[in-house]
């Protein structure tokens, strides 16, 4: 289906790594922070990369990266070339490289490009298998990942990825624009630069819409505009970031998930689905046909708040036969914004036909929803009907026991406050900002699972790194402390996080052998980055020469391939053989 063949990928990243490059500033190469970060871009087509032939707009293959490549807001060409990207990052044909962002990071970008490359119109549920079978095949070697999409069916593909996504760990942003690239007029440039600059710089382990300098949640998205730059909307919940003169992240709404576990992409679906329509007069023929065998859900899209007739024993018998037939059905509300309630006579009435309540869902991410749920063969129709009533990526309103402390609930920032005679809430916010990574860290250290909680509750954000970018995972995982680790990974803390010697917890782990912690990371989805795997055939080699068979247990726990050989070609097992190390040879053959 695509272009570019994993070999070519593969090979760009196990060869290099992640490169650390002086950026001309006059800091040492440790202490310079020119980093160079990863993206894939998957391109699937739409308007984006579409070209006008005989009067219809139609996707162009193998045309975006050629144009990107003369652009230099999207491509720096002298940098690429001074610091021989191509010789790292392959494929060069298909690589580019941002300008130095203002974080001072280098977002290299390699393409994907489908073929044929398709009009959003034309994309069914097997297409989002495709992009999620990418993204799982690709996703230890990139830092994040965009995908250029037509805007007619973004808001159904960005919901589908959200749930067939679990565990995700690393940004997915969807977008595309609404006039093509190479016109003059054109969205798609200022769309794909804020796309990248979100997916390789911030740990959004979401995936997300971007468009018109807005970030959105994906499963919250719906396509509102097809004439304007502001295609979409995000009507339930507020967008995760602005792109203004700043980027800005509006952290507190991030999602992140409560049980950590491996990444993998879900990609069974159920197709038997549909979406059915409420209007003044519908027959109960139109509403028999459309619930009939073999559809197996169906979301009912409803006045106001969720409201259906109740003079209509006809329509509710059809639908009372069909949910107790086990066909589950989803009240949606045909509103753009609100919530589906049980407020009026006319809604209960539904609910007592057996129809689930889908509360703010866009019709979007229930239909989705429904045909990643109803493909779990595993599950009885009651857990099914259960996992639709409940928030699984964020896609409807939170329970209240998600909710969060007000700062002024805070006696602690307070009293600090009062101390230093502050009252108002951004001076506050600045306080609680400034002092509360530190604090979480201290906790963390001292393995103080009821102060990280505290501090939680304050508001802060537990990824928030102090001054080494290290974040209470770091430290946890350094310390052993494995009770902070479970807690932190239970409440969604970034396992790919990295302090400014490039480390990450697992990395820590490994170093001070905490297997308990690397069995835990490692459950939760971590694996080394690039950067820590680089010559680690010869650190291998070294333990293999000392015999310190514990050393190299903890390297394999980490899902390291054992057989990586050192700077001067032999393996590991060789250098334990010609060291006499009996024990360690047959660990490292077996
Ligand atoms: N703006 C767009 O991308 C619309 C196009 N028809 C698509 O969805 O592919």
């Not at 998957?42 to 293959?61: A, C, K």
């Not at 600090?416 to 201290?442: F, H, V, W």
């Not at 394999?556 to 053989?577: I, N, Q, R």
Request: net charge negative; hydrophobic share 35%; charged share 25%.
């Amino acid at each position: 289906m695509n272009s570019l063949s994993q070999k070519s990928l593969c090979r760009s990243v196990v060869g290099m790594g992640r490169r650390r490059v002086s950026c001309g500033c006059s800091e040492s190469p440790e202490k310079c922070t020119d980093v160079e970060t990863r993206v894939l871009v998957i391109n699937t087509g739409g308007t984006i990369g579409m070209v006008m032939h005989d009067g219809v707009l139609s996707p162009e293959p193998n045309a975006l990266v050629k144009t990107l490549r003369t652009l230099p807001i999207l491509h720096d060409e002298k940098y690429a070339e001074e610091t021989k990207l191509y010789e790292c990052y392959k494929p060069e044909d298909k690589t580019l490289v941002l300008p130095k962002s203002e974080q001072g990071k280098r977002v290299v970008y390699t393409f994907l490009e489908y073929c044929p490359l398709l009009d959003s119109s034309n994309m069914t549920p097997s297409d989002w298998t495709t992009i999620g079978k990418d993204i799982e095949k690709y996703y230890e070697e990139y830092d994040g990942f965009v995908v250029l999409h037509g805007t007619d069916t973004m808001a159904y593909t960005a919901s589908a990825l959200s749930f067939m996504c679990e565990n995700l760990g690393k940004p997915v942003v969807l977008t595309g624009s609404q006039v093509p690239i190479f016109e003059m007029r054109s969205d798609g440039r200022d769309n794909l630069l804020g796309a990248l600059l979100i997916a390789g710089q911030f740990s959004i382990p979401e995936v997300c819409l971007y468009f018109y300098h807005k970030l959105y949640r994906g499963n919250r998205v719906t396509k509102v505009d097809s004439g304007s730059f502001q295609a979409f909307a995000s009507p339930n919940l507020p967008p995760l970031a602005t792109s203004e003169v700043n980027i800005n992240i509006n952290w507190e709404s991030v999602w992140r998930p409560s049980t950590p576990g491996k990444f993998t992409v879900y990609t069974e679906m159920n197709h038997n689905v549909g979406l059915l329509r409420l209007f003044p007069g519908i027959t109960t023929e139109t509403v028999k046909a459309f619930l009939r065998t073999p559809m197996e859900g169906v979301i009912l899209e409803t006045y106001g708040s969720g409201n259906a007739p109740d003079n209509r024993p006809d329509l509710l018998d059809e639908i009372r036969k069909a949910t107790e037939r086990g066909l589950i059905m989803v009240n949606c509300t045909q509103c753009l914004r609100g919530t589906v309630t049980i407020s009026y006579a006319t809604g209960q009435a539904l609910s007592k036909a057996g129809v689930v309540a889908g509360l703010d869902m866009t019709p979007e991410a229930a239909l989705s929803k429904l045909t990643y749920v109803l493909a779990k063969q595993d599950l009885s129709l009651e857990e099914k009907k259960k996992m639709m009533s409940r928030n699984l990526r964020g896609e409807m309103e939170a329970d209240l026991e998600g909710a969060k402390f007000s700062l002024s609930d805070n006696r602690f920032i307070q009293i600090i406050a009062k101390t230093l005679s502050i009252g108002c809430k951004e001076e506050l916010e600045a306080i609680r900002d400034a002092l509360m990574p530190s604090l979480a860290c201290a906790a963390a250290k001292n393995g103080d699972i009821a102060a990280v909680e505290a501090i939680k509750n304050m508001g802060t954000d537990l990824n928030k790194a102090d001054y080494d970018g290290r974040t209470p995972l770091h430290i946890a995982a350094c310390e052993g402390n494995l009770n902070v680790v479970n807690y932190l990974l239970s409440k969604g803390t970034n396992v790919f996080a990295k302090d400014r010697f490039g480390d990450t917890p697992l990395r820590n782990a490994v170093h001070l052998r905490h297997i308990d912690v690397v069995e835990v990371l490692r459950k939760s989805g971590a694996h080394l980055s690039r950067d820590e795997l680089q010559d680690i055939g010869t650190e291998l080699c070294r333990l293999a020469a000392k015999g310190d068979l514990g050393g190299l247990k903890v390297w394999k726990l980490a899902g390291v391939d054992m057989t990586m050989s050192g700077y001067d070609g032999k393996t590991p097992a060789e250098v334990a053989k010609a060291f006499g190390h009996k024990e360690v040879e047959d660990f490292l053959q077996a």
